[in-house]
T-cell receptor, first 116, second 113 residues
Framework: GAGVSQSPSNKVTEKGKDVELRCDPI?????LYWYRQRLGQGLEFLIY????????KSGLPSDRFSAERTGESVSTLTIQRTQQEDSAVYLC??????????????FGPGTRLTVL | KQEVTQIPAALSVPEGENLVLNCSFT??????LQWFRQDPGKGLTSLLL?????REQTSGRLNASLDKSSGRSTLYIAASQPGDSATYLC????????????FGTGTRLLVSP
């Protein structure tokens, strides 16, 4: 079966523009996660969805970042008024269930965002 | 705040060597620990997951150990191959009731033929 997919794979934008990043999780996975990896740094947790609700948004770096999930499937991460420090690889992961310690997360290939 | 550190940051070895990658974490209250590999332009691939009640997990040439009380994990790779070249990440699942992974910065491994 298909793994986690993300689009676009690369995005170059100008400072101040809005961008949308898309994640398609593995079919049937109820939990979905967004992470960010800036150059030379480790992955940072951004947000977690259980179904269509987001019980934990604690990792979102500012109110310019938002995310939604519909149909317990596709998720969109939106960054408004992009800044150069938003440049990073944005990774999405899904797992069969979230509320358990025993569920492995499967990652997509990421979207490389460059803000000029 | 949980912090995860990986040593060394980079490692270069000739093919066939056995090697050990280290991961340490500051808060021992974890559910589990995962080791991943990351290839350029690709996502993360899960290698091994160790539950907090376990001491080690093995998969093929890989063996991961966990000493929760001391906040340490090691990934042992036997008989390394050029195809093992990648960045290896460890991540701990915080004790929050769902999988919120905290990642280390990784070890970049190069295995030369």
């Amino acid at each position: 079966g298909a793994g986690v997919s993300q689009s676009p794979s690369n995005k170059v934008t100008e400072k101040g523009k809005d961008v949308e990043l898309r994640c398609d999780p593995i079919s049937g996975h109820t939990a979905l996660y967004w992470y960010r990896q800036r150059l030379g740094q480790g992955l940072e947790f951004l947000i977690y969805f259980q179904g269509n609700s987001a019980p934990d948004k604690s990792g979102l770096p500012s109110d310019r970042f938002s995310a939604e999930r519909t149909g317990e499937s596709v998720s969109t991460l939106t960054i408004q008024r992009t800044q150069q420090e938003d440049s990073a690889v944005y990774l999405c992961a899904s797992s069969l269930r979230g509320l358990s310690s025993y569920n492995e997360q499967f990652f997509g290939p990421g979207t490389r965002l460059t803000v000029l | 705040k949980q912090e995860v550190t990986q040593i060394p940051a980079a490692l270069s070895v000739p093919e066939g060597e056995n090697l050990v990658l280290n991961c340490s974490f500051t808060d021992s209250a974890i559910y589990n620990l995962q080791w991943f590999r990351q290839d350029p332009g690709k996502g993360l691939t899960s290698l091994l997951l160790i539950q907090s009640s376990q001491r080690e997990q093995t998969s093929g040439r890989l063996n991961a150990s966990l000493d929760k009380s001391s906040g340490r994990s090691t990934l042992y790779i036997a008989a390394s191959q050029p195809g093992d070249s990648a960045t290896y990440l460890c991540a701990v699942n915080r004790n929050t009731g769902f999988q919120k992974l905290v990642f280390g910065t990784g070890t970049r491994l190069l295995v030369s033929p």
